[in-house]
């Protein structure tokens, strides 16, 4: 089986980076558990040596995720976290970077906590906005690290736009892709240099696995991280590497769905007299929504909405039956949240309402269950309220 370099997203999805096994003609990849390979003689090995630096399970899966991106190269990693840290790590002391104000929290506390202290400096800014983006840039700038969109508010930045600015100034771009994954928004056919997941939401998709994925497109980042991947070791297992192949397969067919009931509730609520405001990009209320349907295949499962106050918020909460109130987002079960005091508990009261998140506001991740059922449940838990 050789794959046509035509084939398109869903046909990636399930063969790129897949070859039926050499020694069986297994269809699936195998779970390569084995930490080391026998040599045929001194100097002389089939490519395989020590199983931190190659894991054929673990080739697939980054092969995969590179097809998908779009980019030349993948490497995965244990967690996000474990992706961001690597997508940093070839910045050199005194370097600054920009930052989109409301990354992820795990990203902030990663920049502030642990990487200052290696005299990197950061920058968040608005970067929807592409004038205080580019102001923030210095001459020391040498990266700029975007999400799009943004959670929980579901901000957008125009990817073509920040990459142009980025580029104009000598830095690269670095897009943490997990909210839209590949299926909704490819960064690199916007110029962005590098593309990282979570590969513990959507590309897994089944709220088994934690991990991570860098997707690489320039010669220099890719030697660089094929050693730091090695040299520091944070890689992701085998098994886990089977789980998110198993998971990209249907990534294609999952985001449809995820696409079609996040509309349908954002829809809902929108028209619920209860709810004073919902966060879609889909919708045509949303500020970004002419730049959504430019730079996103589909709008996905991710929405927030303003049901006024934190009373409010727990009476409705607490008597969700079918959507699972937990952290965490991406899967095909539809998960609720509230991010005042779940996600993003440890950003700063300040900066919590900087960003919108106030405490009467709610987060869905919507599943792909039948979505008569969600907004059933939706019904008569905003009954409550
Ligand atoms: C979850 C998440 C991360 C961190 O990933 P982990 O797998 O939990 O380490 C990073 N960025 C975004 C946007 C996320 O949602």
Known sequence: MKLDPSARFATLCIHAGQEPDPSTGAIIMPIYQTSTYVQDALGEHKGYEYARTQNPTRAALEANVAALEGGRAGFAFASGMAAIGAATSRLESGDHVVVTDNTYGGTFRLFERVLKRYDLHFSYVDTGRLDLLESAFTSKTTMLFIETPTNPV?????????SAIAHRHGASMVVDNTFASP????????????????????????????????????????????????????????????????????????????????????????????????????????PQHALARRQMKGFGGMLS???????????????????????????????????????????????????????????????????????????????AV
């Open 154 to 162: 579901l901000g957008l930045t125009d990817l073509a736009g920040a």
């Open 305 to 383: 909405f303003e049901l006024g106050s934190l009373e409010r918020a727990r009476r409705f909460l607490n008597r969700v039956r079918l959507l699972a109130l937990a952290e965490s987002l991406g899967g095909v079960e539809s998960l609720i949240s509230h991010p005042a005091t779940m996600t993003h508990a440890s950003v700063p009261p300040e900066r919590r309402a900087a960003i919108g998140i106030t405490h009467g506001l709610v987060r869905i991740s919507a599943g792909i269950e039948d979505v008569d059922d969600l907004k059933a449940d939706l019904a008569q838990a905003l009954d």
């Open 183 to 286: 299926a909704l928004q490819r960064p690199i056919e916007f110029g962005a240099d590098l593309v990282l997941h979570s590969t513990t939401k959507y590309l897994n998709g089944h709220s088994d696995s934690v991990g991570g994925v860098v997707v690489a497109q320039h010669d220099a980042d890719i030697e660089w991280l094929r050693f730091y991947q090695n040299a520091a070791g944070a890689i992701l297992s085998p098994f886990d590497s089977w789980l998110v192949l198993r998971g990209t397969k249907t990534l294609a067919i999952r985001m449809a769905q995820h696409n079609i009931n996040g509309l349908a509730l954002a829809e809902y609520l929108a028209a619920h007299p209860k709810v004073e405001h919902v966060f879609y990009p889909g919708l045509p209320s949303h």
